[in-house]
């Protein structure tokens, strides 16, 4: 690939749960992320796709989740994604988290060092694999606190930090990465006596991290509690064009450009099996809804819109408008 613009970190992650309301409650509850979008998986309509994120849902703040009720739980190993982190802004934000965690009762390690930062481990109520690390001056996209957090705004995730790929062997991910997608190697360590590469993209830091853990010689699957695809940024069609073209020219197999309506995306996998989509900043989540009432009913793009009243009879209720809006705090 030739002369390219920079990525300038990651957009979103999507998982999987089998547990729609839990699902809600755990991120917009505990984690205190806001329900920015209420739609359906645009591939399979039986299924929510629901975004968390900060008040507006900006790129790089967006974890995901598709509802599959009968999804087989997440099945650890290579060509899957093994943890995805997010940043908060200090190391005593991370001992608030700490002390949450064992109010709440959610499973949590030790706060420990990650390459000279604090890192605290924990898990969702399907086994979903997260960690929070403490960012304080790595900087990170722009993000907008949600107003009706439970969270004080001061211990609040901030953003992603990064991504864990297991990998079959961390050679022809590495090389795909740097090759490919404009990464640069940054770091190695071993993890549990297993070799970890890192890499980074754009400006560097929170927000721009991937982590190659490898070898692995028991493939993987995603499933219920573990992670589908990982989104990267683009900024503008512009740049989304260029990648494509890219891809192309390097005969990487791809979606091709796909219309999601809150932006475009562009999927394919690397060398391990992880699928990647690269999605475009906007048009964003206010395209069909007042930004202050955001997740607050079923979202549909303009060419489900005609099928809304069959979609919606093959959906579970879920009531997200208190989740959306903010409520009391619970410490």
Known sequence: MSTRP???GLHHVTAITADAPGNVAFYTRTLGLRLVKKTVNQDDVSAYHLFYGDARGSPGMDMTFFDWPRAAPNVPGGGTVARVSFAVPSAGALRWWQDRFDRLGVPHGDIADRRGRSALAFADPEGQRLELVDAEG??????????GSPVPPDVAI???????LDAPAAGPTVAFLTLH???????RFEDGGRPVTVLECGPGGAGTEVRVAAPWARRGAPGSGGVHHVAFRAVDDAEQAHWLAALRAA???NSGLVDRHYFRSLYFREPGGVL?????DGPGFATDEPADRLGERLALPPFLEPHRARIEAGLIPLDTGAAARGG???G
């Open 251 to 253: 005969r990487v197999p």
């Open 181 to 187: 997608m404009g990464f640069r190697a940054a770091d």
């Open 138 to 147: 790595a900087g990170g996209p722009a993000v907008q606190p949600w107003p």
């Open 6 to 8: 920079e990525i300038p």
């Open 328 to 330: 009391p705090s619970d």
């Open 158 to 164: 901030r953003s992603f930090y990064g991504v864990t």
């Open 276 to 280: 990647f989509e690269i999605a475009t």
